[in-house]
């Protein structure tokens, strides 16, 4: 595949939603979703009104519903995705809604906290990145935190984690360029889908023009980090070579 014949990876085809619930997302879960919690500082006992947009098949969103007393709102503009996170991953504290423009059905500031994981890498142009960030801007309260969890962009150059490889080895991309990610599935079978790639200064930009403030804090998190956050068995049972020394995600957290 070049990247000029290339096309990004949609999840509207339920064939590709259904196929990303296969991938193995192992690293994710060691170096990304478990460090949510603390970035959006989500504690038990507060009834967080949380925004998780691009929610694809809920996994995450009901692993977030049941740590945490947050009530959540799950968004995504596969009604694919919606299908599958209704049907595998309900729980009474999460609303799923098939959205393909914005969230007009929230009102402003009715949010405590949002998060998008993986969301923008599948988006294609940096204005609707800046669109979608403003609408979450809108529906956050004043002093409410939004977290998006990114493939780090330091490593988009074939660096071999656990269950994917983004980017060509020796190649350099440009914010928006398309780039191949190889991931695998948990059947160890692999496919090479294709992402944007996205800088770290496109979501700052981003973050600031729609109107968060304050602190914009960044996680990088590598193996050792992980030690009392993620699920024990997932931390010592695979070697986690590169993810001892590379971060292979980021959590950007900004403030409303
Ligand atoms: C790579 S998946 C990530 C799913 C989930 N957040 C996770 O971490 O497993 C990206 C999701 O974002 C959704 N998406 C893409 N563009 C969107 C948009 N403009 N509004 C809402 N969801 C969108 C896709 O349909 C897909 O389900």
Not at 61 to 84: K, N
């Amino acid at each position: 595949m070049t990247a000029e014949t290339a096309e990004i990876i949609s999840y509207q085809a339920p064939d590709t939603a259904d196929d990303y619930r296969r991938w193995d997302d192992s690293a994710s879960w060691l170096l990304g979703y478990s460090f949510l919690p603390l970035a959006l500082g989500l504690t038990e006992g507060r009834a967080t009104r949380l925004l998780d947009l691009g929610c694809g098949p809920g996994d995450v969103t009901r692993w977030l519903a049941e740590r945490s007393d947050a009530v959540i709102t799950a968004v995504d503009s596969s009604a694919a995705m919606i299908d599958f996170a209704r049907a595998d991953a309900p729980h009474p504290r999460i609303d799923y809604r098939h959205s393909e423009d914005g969230l007009p059905f929230l009102a402003d500031g009715s949010m405590d906290a949002a998060m998008a994981c993986f969301l923008f890498t599948c988006v294609d142009d940096e204005s609707t990145i800046r669109d979608l960030i403003t609408e979450v801007a809108r529906v956050v309260r004043p002093g409410g935190r939004f977290t998006i969890l990114v493939p780090n962009p330091d490593h988009a150059s074939g660096a071999e984690f656990e269950g994917f490889r983004r980017g060509d080895a020796g190649a350099a991309y440009r914010a928006g360029e398309l780039m191949p990610v190889h991931v695998q599935r948990t059947d160890g079978t692999w496919t090479t889908i294709t992402n944007r790639y996205w800088t770290r200064e496109t979501y700052r930009t981003a973050l600031t023009k729609a109107g968060f403030e304050g602190p914009v804090r960044e996680l990088a998190p590598v193996h050792a980090d992980a030690v009392d956050l993620a699920d024990p068995e997932l931390f010592a049972g695979r070697a986690w070579i590169k993810e001892r020394t590379a971060a292979p995600f980021l959590l950007i957290t900004a403030v409303k």
